[in-house]
């Protein structure tokens, strides 16, 4: 009998541990549910569009990617509060058609916005419809945007209880807009590419964000998230709410977040935008900064092969070097920055015949060569693409370009001046010739055929190094009679003597080779 109470004791133990753990595990559950449940929530209002794609450490790059910039209502100008969630179910083909900053998407149901992830969803069955900025809010924003004057920058580092930024407040400044001497910037190089059109400066000292106010031009914010294998995108938020959730006095914003995140990226920014973000050191590349800043300028990669190749100028490839390599922006985006339109030949198009001999200098020698004689950037128009040409003088502030350093690029992209992805087609020297075929030029009336004549390089402050080109398209080239003289200028300039001497051997051997190499 004392057995069997024993035995009824212990079931009853059994049960009420059962109970009491079948009761706990409903409770977890349920506390996760509600705290999942406390991520999400239903923004009922639009999503301004803007776009980013990333970099990674092994020179590849991620997909163009939409993000919804749910707003926040803020007083004052420039204090509303923009928590950034990347789209998960934005069609692909919407999102490339959308216009960075520009496209409003509207939803019937609102977007569903989860702050674990930062991640937006369309809800199921809503009525998604899209529309542009009214052009007062454009040209509004536009105005922080234009390619000239002075735009304030504000760098952030973070702090957090796993890791910080490794640079201090001071080490930044310097590294991005010289503060203490650092000869090569993001400040110094934009400067010098546009002649001191477009100048980046701190803001001014003391200025406050979130009650926080910058010092140099920088300022630290400090965070409770763990770092290591976060998103991103976590840390990215945390420090961008941290400042204020906006640009406040800022034209631009460079977030410099610690090491330690997840995935071995390096930087990203958004198009059109002010937001940029950068992985801890790279924070301190000059190749890094000019191209993420290059991005909320409205400028797109610059490819060869790949998406981001052309290493002539800095929408290529980053590099991981304080302070180079020294060089600007190919011609497509030097031409969209506006910054030389004296310089610009752009009334060609082969919608028409062409047969223009044109005499090229590079950016550097603006100061050295009348407009009126020289010209920069050659632009050929069409309805599909533009082609661009431009001599790539290797000198000064681009005394570091990678790829093509003193020759003749030809490169294209589609036709307009707005956001879009360039391609490098071809580096000419003295006597080369690049032929765009009929069919993949679209035209009705032959190839284009750009051709140099020659390549004269100056060390003079004061003398350009001229490069003359041939544009010929639907018409029989004036290469085949120039070549053969071109390489005969050079020959009086020493003195007289030399010019004996070379009479009687360099005079058939140009006539030999170059004629043939423009007529293919």
């Given amino acids: 009998e004392r057995n069997q109470i024993d035995r009824n004791m212990m079931f009853k133990k059994a049960v009420l541990v059962a109970l009491a753990a079948s009761t706990f595990v409903a409770n977890a559950r349920e506390e996760m549910n ?3 449940r406390s991520y999400r929530r239903l923004v009922k209002q639009d999503c301004n569009i803007v776009k980013a794609t990333m970099e990674y450490d092994d020179g590849t790059e991620g997909e163009e990617e939409c993000y919804c910039d749910a707003i926040e209502k803020g007083t004052g100008t420039g204090n509303d509060k923009h928590v950034l969630a990347k789209f998960v179910n934005f069609d692909k083909k919407d999102c490339e058609r959308a216009v960075s900053a520009e496209t409003i998407l509207s939803s019937s149901a609102g977007f569903e916005i989860d702050s674990s992830t930062n991640t937006a969803k369309i809800p199921p069955g809503a009525i998604v419809s899209e529309r542009k900025k009214n052009s007062n809010a454009i040209k509004s924003e536009g105005r922080r945007r234009l390619m000239e004057g002075e735009k304030k920058i504000l760098i952030v580092r973070g702090e957090f209880p796993d890791a910080s930024t490794a640079l201090s407040t001071s080490l930044l400044s310097d590294s991005i807009l010289g503060t203490y001497g650092d000869p090569v910037n993001l400040a110094s190089q934009y400067s010098d590419c546009s002649y001191e059109k477009l100048r980046f400066i701190k803001v001014p000292d003391g200025t406050t964000f979130n009650e926080i106010a910058s010092e140099e031009g920088a300022i630290t914010v400090t965070g409770s998230e763990t770092v290591s294998g976060t998103d991103n995108s976590v840390i990215r938020e945390a420090m961008k709410s941290l400042m204020g959730g906006s640009q406040g006095a800022a034209d631009y914003v460079m977030l410099c977040l610690p090491p330690g995140t997840n995935g071995g990226w390096i930087a990203y920014a958004y198009v059109n935008w002010w937001l940029s973000v950068y992985n801890n050191n790279w924070c301190s590349y000059v190749s890094g900064q000019m191209h993420e800043i290059g991005h909320n300028l409205g400028l797109a990669h610059s490819g060869e092969g790949d998406t981001y190749d052309d290493q002539s100028g800095m929408m290529g490839f980053s590099y991981s070097q304080d302070d180079g390599p020294i060089m600007c922006f190919n011609a497509p985006k030097t031409y969209q ?26 950016f550097v020698d603006r100061n050295a060569a009348p407009q009126d004689i020289h010209k920069m950037i050659i632009r050929v128009s ?128 140009p006539t030999a080779e170059p004629t043939p190499d423009p007529t293919l």
């Fill in 34 to 36: 509600l705290r999942s």
């Fill in 337 to 362: 920055l506006n910054w030389f339109s004296d310089y610009h030949r752009d009334d060609l198009s082969y919608l028409s015949p062409i047969s223009e001999t044109i005499s090229l200098v590079g």
């Fill in 382 to 509: 069409g309805d599909t693409n533009d082609f661009y040409v431009h001599f790539n003088r290797k000198r000064y502030f681009n005394r570091g370009s990678v790829e093509g350093g003193d020759q003749v690029l030809v490169t294209y992209r589609s036709s307009g001046s707005g956001y879009a992805a360039s391609t490098l087609r071809a580096k000419l020297s003295a006597g080369g010739a690049h032929t765009v075929t009929q069919t993949d030029l679209g035209g009705s009336i032959g190839d284009l055929v750009i051709s140099v004549q020659s390549i004269t390089l100056s060390t003079s402050e004061s003398t350009p190094s001229v490069a003359v080109v041939n544009i010929a398209y639907g018409s029989t080239p004036d290469p085949t009679a120039e070549p053969t003289p071109a390489p005969i200028d050079p020959t009086p300039v020493p003195t007289a003597d030399p010019t004996q001497d070379p009479t009687a051997d360099p005079t058939p051997e």
